[in-house]
């Protein structure tokens, strides 16, 4: 997989373009359901334990050694605590960057993709 480019509004990886907020799946990509987080805490700006639950239902959560966190290029997307204490309680690392240092971050991690995984926010 390679993140090709990131700029404000948006995303590029394997030469698809996304315009909204991504998840990065070990096998997939799909559009973030940040709605389950506004509905909850009136804003898509944080990250809640819902929204997250959501993400680590679909996938072999026990393989993720990793999460990355995109949080937009001005660093406004944050995980709220008790989304890092159910990442805490399931031994995955994570970590929460501007959007275009994640993503380089994410490329550069040797991992198998299998053990790593990705939000990206593409706006603020």
Do not use: W
């Given at each position: 997989m ?9 995303i ?7 315009d909204?907020?991504?998840?990065v ?17 009136g804003t ?11 993400y680590?239902r ?7 050694e ?35 240092e994640?993503a380089e971050k ?13 939000i ?5």
């Amino acid at each position: 997989m390679d993140i090709d480019a990131s700029s404000f509004g948006n995303i590029s990886i394997d030469g698809k373009r996304y315009d909204y907020d991504v998840v990065v799946y070990p096998s997939t990509i799909e559009r973030r359901k940040k709605q389950i987080t506004k509905r909850q805490h009136g804003t898509s700006h944080k990250f809640s334990k819902k929204e997250l639950e959501e993400y680590l239902r679909k996938i072999e959560a026990d393989e993720i050694e990793i999460l990355y966190v995109g949080q937009g290029h001005n660093g406004r997307l944050g995980l709220l605590e008790e989304a890092r204490n159910l990442l805490r309680e399931k031994s995955i690392d994570f970590v929460e960057l501007k959007t275009s240092e994640a993503a380089e971050k994410f490329m550069d991690d040797e991992r198998p993709r299998e053990n790593k995984m990705a939000i990206f926010h593409t706006t603020c």
